[in-house]
């Protein structure tokens, strides 16, 4: 269980797991330690956060006098400890992590919007307040991961500019905890998320707003906004080099084909391979004054059917982070059943997978659909396969009765016998 505590109350043998406040500010580069010193302690208890969020599975706990799961914590209560609701991957209604998630995405919007209204006067200044928002979001995707994920992606097509921002930072924080990076570079990713587009503050708002199609000039001076948003990271200081970094680089294609330099393969760091996909799948997914949303699987699909756009292995760990799959695709899962993808219109739901092989064993099982969970929990997808490394002699025909609902576990074992 996670707590919020104020830095006086920290202890030796605590676990760390965050901070509430100003994030660039606090006295830590890592997010997550135990405290196992009396120096580390002190920098802790001296330090000018919010709050401390201790994971008390992990470490050293305080009694529970108080619990309000959305009431502030600030330095001086007499109740300062606050208790947060276990990790869950599935968001019920009633779940206070909805609630905990609009709040943010509200702080978000504001925050983001002040931020590119002073960047379109072409001063940006990256506050604490940016590393303290992409806290709370980390925060969020890691208690649930797809709850902000999800309310994120269902902007009006006015909120987009803001909210895709941090739509984007979500995505990237959640894409790199699916790459298990430490929890320090977790953050980084997501504030090269947030501030990705800031460039687009440089170009004019009547080419921004257009609903029609972008003429040849109008497009030329568009591709101008990620090395705009890269002077403006620089002059703002204080800004991890992955930012700078994904804000130049985010329209560049792995075929070479992108811009503004026309960088190829890998010379394209893994984290600007990364917000690339990022902010095309939020851009697919959300309305737009051009068009409508789409939704999460035909956005994954269409993605996955570009060549030499995106980086396809990195593609398809996108997709596990959201547990989103193009139909058809067949799949091993955790629980070392293989199966396919089942088509998925419902907006924002999870992608529901049909088993039918053991693939240890290697012997066919009773069909069964089961929802495909994010992240790294319940039954998840752990690898694409090929169909011909396993022992399905006509796997077109078998891919057809699957996706049908007409495969029967007996006619295949009498096939193989036969
Ligand atoms: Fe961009």
Redesign the pocket.
Known sequence: MQHYIVPSQATIGMYICGFKGAWLHHPFWRARFLIQDDVTLEKIRSSTVDAVIIDDEKGVSLPIVASDSDAPCSPGEDAQIIALPRPTQRTAIGDPEIERARSVLRHGKKLVTGLFEDARMGRLNVTGDVAALVNDIALSVERNQATLINMARLKTKDEYTYLHSVAVCALMINFARQLQMPEAQVHEMGVAGLL??VG?MAMPAEILNKSGRLTHDEFEQIKR??VSGNELLLGSGNIPAVALDVALH??EKVDGSGYPFGLEGTQISLAARMGAIC?IYDALTSNRCYKAAWTPSEAITKMTSWTGHLDPDLLFTFAQSVAIFPPGLLVRLRSNRLAVILPNGMRGSRAMARTFFDARAKEALPVEDVMIAGGLNGDHVVSREEPSHWPFPNWAHMHAELMAGQYKMQDAAKRRAG
């Open positions: 990705h587009d687009k906004h990620p985010h329209h902010d």
